[in-house]
């Protein structure tokens, strides 16, 4: 059982920058992944950046160059450096944290989100 916690999102100027954390707790031992998904009003959710337990990393081309996703172990957490932010990265953003169990079964669990507003 997993359990997240999500930080850092609020009101940015455009050009300026954010760093998102997603603390966890519990049994994470077999971590398969972290991932930060972000959704806007009227549109479906979309994958932002993910790392992989390997070190491997993938991001939305939108923010390749900007977003830097990254995990802190002393914190067991997952952040995202975002800078130089638009006004088209405003977003609830999610954590996800990808569990692998017995069988190649996947489980999910997910943060509460943090709202992320880019503005002038």
């Known amino acids: 059982q997993v359990q997240l916690v999500e930080s850092g999102g609020g009101l940015v100027q455009p050009g300026g920058s954010l760093r998102l954390s997603c603390a966890a707790s519990?049994?994470?031992?077999?971590?398969?992944?972290m991932g930060w998904y972000r959704q806007a009003p009227g549109k479906q959710r979309e994958l932002a950046a993910i790392i992989f337990i390997d070190g491997n990393t993938n991001y939305l081309d939108s923010v390749k160059g900007r977003f830097t996703i990254s995990r802190d172990n002393a914190k067991n957490a997952v952040n995202l450096q975002m800078n130089s932010l638009k006004p088209e990265d405003t977003a609830i953003y999610y954590c996800?944290?990808?569990?692998?169990?017995?069988?190649?079964?996947?489980?999910?669990?997910w943060g509460q989100g943090t709202q992320v507003t880019v503005s002038s």
């Open positions: 519990g049994s994470i031992s077999s971590t398969y992944a």
């Open positions: 996800k944290w990808t569990l692998l169990v017995r069988n190649g079964e996947r489980h999910e669990y």
